[in-house]
């Protein structure tokens, strides 16, 4: 790939700070707006934030860890910069597109990279009832939330939530609850990348529930839809040594 002009971004981390000013003396930089690709620098909150930072610019990004976990990202080294750019592998990602409707009648949208998820707001556990393309599927769970991830994202909260890895490119979406207690032997559900999502929140002033895309957070929701979008397309760049696919494959079998 032939990148011309870079622009870094970093967290607000010591280490991703020292990184900027070293890199941004050692290789020529312009604004991100100018440049054809975006060197992001720090873990993978900041890279998830630089995504949705970037989102409509649809430039490539590229990332180095200056982070904790760094699964997002490509190792840190300042040398050959443009050489591991040059020869980077791309990966294309979906978000999703949620649209949740409040206690007040209210419409809130938002795009999650990694996964939607609802929780509960109160020590009373949450009443969920969940739609597929319009038809029920599950008349009714007791549970502290259920969350839908992205096979980028199912490394993340899916994970901690004893959710499948999915492999990039599988065009599925996994379905996972979160500390259900009925139906006590349900685990989720692995859905088609374009299926419709409808999950209805059951007796919701006393038992409330936020839905969360990404960063954000609508509180006391009624109904939350989640739809892959496919009109918007997030460009990921990996060392060749240190794709994303061949991670989320070791990750499966991490004790």
Known sequence: MDFRTIAFVASEHDEARLALGR???RYPTVPPAEADVIVALGGDGFMLETLHRFMAAGKPIFGMNRGSVGFLMNGYDESHLMERLARAEPIALNPLR?????????????????EVSLLRETRLAAKLRIKVDGVIRMPEMICDGVLLATPAGSTAYNVSANGPILPLGAQVLVLTPISVFRPRQ??????????????????????PVSAVADFTEVRNVLSVVIQEDRSVTLTLLFDPEHNLEERIVKEQFLI
């Open 23 to 25: 890199l941004s003396a």
């Open 98 to 114: 949620m649209i949740a409707t409040d206690m007040d009648g209210q419409s809130h949208e938002a795009l999650a990279i990694n």
């Open 186 to 207: 349900w685990r989720g559900a692995i859905l088609p990348h374009d299926v419709t999502v409808t999950i209805e929140v059951l007796n919701p002033t006393v038992r």
